[in-house]
């Protein structure tokens, strides 16, 4: 518990209560980490194996050790005791610098960074989303991962609370149509769901893999296409996705209101009612 | 002090001497911040009016309150005094999160944690760079400023090390050159060097800016223009710059030996020759 502090939180550092972390970390000084942002209910973490697999790649990927999965398991069931609705963030780092620059020596010891958040307020009820003016830089090195390096987010949500909207889409400077700053996004037209590839920019997200599991089951296609901003402005309704949202109408796009899909609600319940 | 940590340190965090930071900093989490390498010798910081202008610069594109020049000029002095030589980097932060989620509340203190380092071993005497296959992401808002989303280097330097290189050079996906991994480049022919414009790529280094400016008195003549790494495969001589290595020849290049460039020497005798 840190003091003074405005958040109702409980924090594990490498599985000790703890509210700080070494000047060292590399995740403080390159963004050299991972995190998975994890939905809460009744002692639960919904949807874990999904969100362990997404960090393992993740590691993977950054050629960091990943963490022992008990361990892990032990420690989030550790935070997520006797909480009816939660958000736990786990961020996963290379560790403490054994040298100085950017070249890991290899030496380092992961870092398990594991936060409890109070369930947040439930969004707005009318959802207003922009396009953003920040756009996302194309790497596929890093595609894909939910990796630390987040300023384009963070500048993104900027420039969105400057406009008093909730969110922003954003996209490469080519106009390639990518995510919401916090989400994915659907372009949604009745019974048809589109969504862009997650190729050279974004992070794949749990609740996007879960709509794509489920939807064809109900009747939904859903197809992963190449998206532009201008399929943005002429879609009649446009859905966003995350574990704490789940599915997120969004109401009002770029001067334009917009409607919410039927479609959405029946597949939101199919996801939330499956067993994980 | 960190007990048993290898590196040669001190530290100030908010101008105390410590060494953890909160597990809610900004730069933990997404990576919301600046930093500052800069080289010191004989108790004084070299060229600090143009880190601490580059730090602005990068300030206000983050929307972070640029900590006062003063406070930060005396903080430095503490751990730059009685030094011959060492490195100090200054990391400033959006600061301690007071909210949960990307956007910034406008609320944070800006962090400030300033760290000395011993100065590094002499680089390896036959320097050796290849072509990094990690690219560089575009993106106009994040360009030029040193922010502290560095995956893209720490990548690239992780496969330098497996490919037994000391440096990299990186290009975006589209093939254009941008700089090396912790370096700005020039292709050098004689008394021409030319290195790429920092538009929506890399990082404005302080050596490159001394060396627009010493070069004319010279008859060094130094071109922005844009190149490719095609072009790197052709140039006769490369020339690196950052503080601490302040030019370097590139002595090897995909497999190429090059030449170390005489007007090199001159240059970087006049640069640091040169008062502040």
Redesign the interface.
């Known amino acids: 518990m ?1 003091a003074g ?3 109702t939180t409980s ?1 594990l ?1 490498n599985g000790v209560p ?15 980490g991972l ?1 998975e942002t994890m939905r809460c209910r009744d002692g639960q973490v919904r949807w874990l194996d999904l969100h362990l697999a997404r960090l393992a790649r993740g590691c993977e990927r ?2 960091i050790a990943m963490p022992d999965r008990d361990q892990l398991r032990r420690e989030l069931a550790q935070l997520v005791q006797g909480q009816q609705r939660c ?1 736990l ?1 786990l ?1 996963v ?2 560790g ?9 020596s ?1 030496a380092e010891q992961p870092t398990r ?1 594991l ?1 409890r ?1 109070a369930w ?1 307020p439930a969004p707005a009820a009318d959802y207003r989303v922009h396009h953003s003016p ?9 595609a894909g991962i939910k ?12 420039v ?2 400057r406009a008093g909207v909730d969110e922003a889409l954003q996209s490469t ?1 080519s106009g390639q149509l990518v995510a919401g ?2 989400s994915n996004v659907f372009l949604v037209d009745d019974n048809r769901w589109l969504t862009p590839p997650i190729i ?1 920019c974004g992070v794949g997200g749990i609740t996007r893999t879960l709509v794509l599991q489920h939807a064809a089951a109900l009747g939904i296609e859903v197809r992963e296409q190449p998206l532009t901003s201008a399929d943005a402005l002429a879609t009649p309704a446009i859905v966003l996705s995350n574990v704490r949202l789940g599915l997120q109408a969004v109401h009002w796009y770029e001067g334009r209101r917009l409607s919410v899909p039927a479609s959405m609600t029946r597949l939101w319940e199919a996801i939330d009612g499956a067993a994980d």
Request: glycine fraction near 12%.
């Open positions: 840190r502090g405005a958040l924090t550092v703890g509210d700080t972390v070494s000047v060292d970390e590399r995740a403080l000084h390159y963004g050299d995190f950054l050629g958000l963030k961020i780092t290379r403490v610098a054994t040298g100085r620059g950017y070249r890991p290899g960074i936060r958040y947040p920040i756009r996302l830089g194309r790497n596929v090195a890093l990796h630390l390096n987040r300023l384009e987010q963070v500048l993104a949500q900027q969105a609370a400077e700053t916090m050279d």
